[in-house]
């Protein structure tokens, strides 16, 4: 994962004050098609993202998040963090950015400020409260 925000990045981790270049005319619209998925690792249910905004948050009623996440987990917010899945000259990339909640948020155990953007890889640990989710790329 690479980290595009403001706060001090793990060793493994590059970051910048923006993001890639993107020149999303260029490139064939992938909106609602899966271009990755979320795998919950306490029962492998499937989260499919899209290209565009796809907000995380805990299933309930009153969720207002595109993936809702089957879970009894109440230190996951309802609206917890959000992927957003853009088109740029390398192909498809997905940008992790906590929700601005006040509940934790930690990609492979690095914890993720208000700020950050991260660029996530495949099989990429997300933790949102004590919920665990592995991040895969679906190659089209």
Do not use: C, W
């Not at 260029?26 to 306490?42: F, I, T």
């Not at 609206?79 to 906590?98: C, E, K, L, P, Y």
């Amino acid at each position: 994962a690479t980290n595009y925000g403001k706060s001090a990045a793990p060793d493994h981790a590059t970051r910048l004050n923006e993001a890639p270049e993107e020149k999303g005319t260029a490139y064939v619209s992938k909106k609602n098609m899966a271009v990755g998925k979320l795998v919950n690792l306490a029962n492998n249910a499937t989260y499919s993202l899209s290209e565009g905004v796809n907000t995380i948050g805990r299933m309930a009623q009153s969720s207002t998040a595109s993936l809702q996440i089957d879970t009894d987990d109440r230190t996951m917010s309802r609206s917890h963090a959000r992927i957003d899945v853009v088109s740029t000259q390398i192909g498809m990339s997905h940008f992790f950015m906590n929700d601005k909640n006040k509940n934790e948020t930690f990609v492979n155990s690095q914890q993720i400020g208000a700020d950050d953007r991260i660029l996530l890889s495949n099989g990429d640990i997300i933790q949102m409260g004590k919920t665990r989710l592995r991040f895969v790329i679906i190659h089209q």
